[in-house]
């Protein structure tokens, strides 16, 4: 059996779709081919470098949320959290994915577990990343229709749920399975390459499972994340051009550009990192793609992947630019000077002394 197009085509860091035809081994979609060995060694640094920026800036995220009281009562800030957390498993397992496109997996010659969890934790992350960017942005479209109602709605306990069963959900359905078919192959002993891939007899069933499961764990959401956010900037421009006119509290409209602000980014992050994904995941399943020249479609792939390490270390700073609190308590952190507590008891008592001072300087001015 001719091996060469399967480990080509599937040594990447999608393999649900490399091919739509019965004989997969004459589809191949990416070489390692295309790089020089300084060019592997360059584009591994970055993606190092920006792996350790992800577990950095995620794990620091988490940290900052979870140590403020104030914070971590926060429903849209629980799913944040969660949302931080698979981020940071992905960037922590860039490097593997990273070496399977620089170098390839047909040289593996490390343990079969990891393999496995490389798959599954990619796989894993890449899902719940889109279904909760879709929670985030039906959440804020909810608040933009009904601000009193969804504190009523949307509370810290239902925030957790939702998140457990997102990562309960994409885990049964698909990450799972992940784990499952991949494997070392051809596991002999003085075999001179080994690849990370499925073995031939699985990857038949696996593709049939792939073909199912990711139209509607990737496909789907997407499109609700893309509908969302059209259907966000016609209600704000709406409210704010076409209804009746009002006049909200300076506060109300700095909270509401605030809002806004947030998800637009996490939304334009997400943008970023998976439009290129989405894109090659379709064209890879057409024939036509085929025709394109290899190293063009090999450098595509890899400038998708780039983007999608890239979109990993923008969401956290992302999340510190859409919310005050969020900032002054991530500074509050490194600061060497104490400052009052975000949300805090000091806070309280600073306004208790303002209203005194006030009270204070109304009867002087009596008097």
Same mark, same amino acid.
Not at 111 to 116: I, L, T
Not at 127 to 149: D, E, N
Not at 224 to 229: L, Q
């Given at each position: 059996m001719n091996t060469t197009g399967t480990y080509e085509s599937v040594n990447t860091f999608e393999s649900s779709l490399e091919s739509n035809t019965k004989d997969s081994d004459t589809f191949i979609w990416y070489s390692t081919q295309i790089f020089t060995p300084t060019q592997r060694i360059i584009f591994f640094s970055v993606f190092l470098i920006l792996g350790l920026f992800g577990v950095f800036a995620n794990g620091l995220t988490i940290f900052v949320i979870m140590k403020n009281k104030e914070l971590k009562k926060s429903p849209f800030n629980i799913l944040l959290v969660s949302l931080c957390i698979s981020d940071f498993l992905s960037a922590s397992n860039s490097s593997i994915?990273?070496? /399977?496109?620089?170098?390839?997996?047909? %040289?593996?010659?490390?343990? *079969? +577990?990891? $393999? @496995?969890? /490389?798959? /599954?934790?990619?796989?894993?992350? *890449?899902?719940? #990343? =889109?279904?909760?960017?879709?929670?985030?942005?039906?959440?804020?479209?909810? %608040?933009?229709?009904?601000?009193?109602?969804? @504190?009523?709605? +949307?509370?810290? /306990?239902? %925030?957790?749920? #939702?998140a457990a069963v997102i990562w309960l959900e994409v885990f049964l359905t698909a990450a799972i399975f992940r784990y499952k078919f991949p494997t070392v192959y051809p596991v002999q002993p003085d075999a001179e390459y080994s690849g990370c891939i499925a073995v031939p007899l699985e990857w038949k069933e696996a593709l049939k499972l792939h073909k199912f499961t990711v139209p509607f764990m +990737?496909?789907?959401?997407?499109?609700?994340?893309?509908? $969302? %956010? =059209?259907?966000?900037?016609? #209600?704000?421009?709406?409210?704010?051009h076409c209804d009746i006119p009002r006049t909200p509290s300076p506060d109300r409209i700095r909270n509401e550009n605030k809002a806004i602000l947030q998800v637009s980014l996490i939304v334009l992050s997400f943008i970023l990192g998976y439009l290129g994904n989405a894109v090659n995941r379709v064209l890879v399943s057409l024939p036509i793609y085929y025709t394109i020249p290899l190293v063009s479609r090999s450098w595509f792939t890899f400038t998708c992947y780039l983007l999608l390490r890239l979109s990993e270390c923008l969401n956290p700073v992302f999340y510190s630019l859409g919310s005050d609190t969020l900032m002054k308590a991530t500074k509050q952190l490194f600061s060497k000077k104490k400052l009052a507590p975000v949300g805090g008891r000091n806070k309280k008592l600073q306004s208790s002394y303002n209203i005194s001072g006030a009270v204070s300087r109304a009867r002087k001015s009596a008097t």
């Open positions: 994915q990273s070496y /399977s496109l620089l170098w390839s997996l047909r %040289a593996y010659t490390g343990p *079969e +577990f990891f $393999c @496995k969890l /490389s798959h /599954s934790v990619r796989v894993w992350t *890449e899902y719940v #990343t =889109v279904q909760h960017i879709l929670i985030f942005s039906i959440v804020r479209l909810y %608040a933009m229709k009904c601000p009193m109602r969804v @504190k009523r709605v +949307f509370t810290p /306990s239902m %925030a957790t749920i #939702t +990737f496909f789907l959401p997407m499109s609700g994340i893309i509908g $969302c %956010a =059209v259907y966000l900037a016609v #209600t704000i421009y709406r409210m704010r």
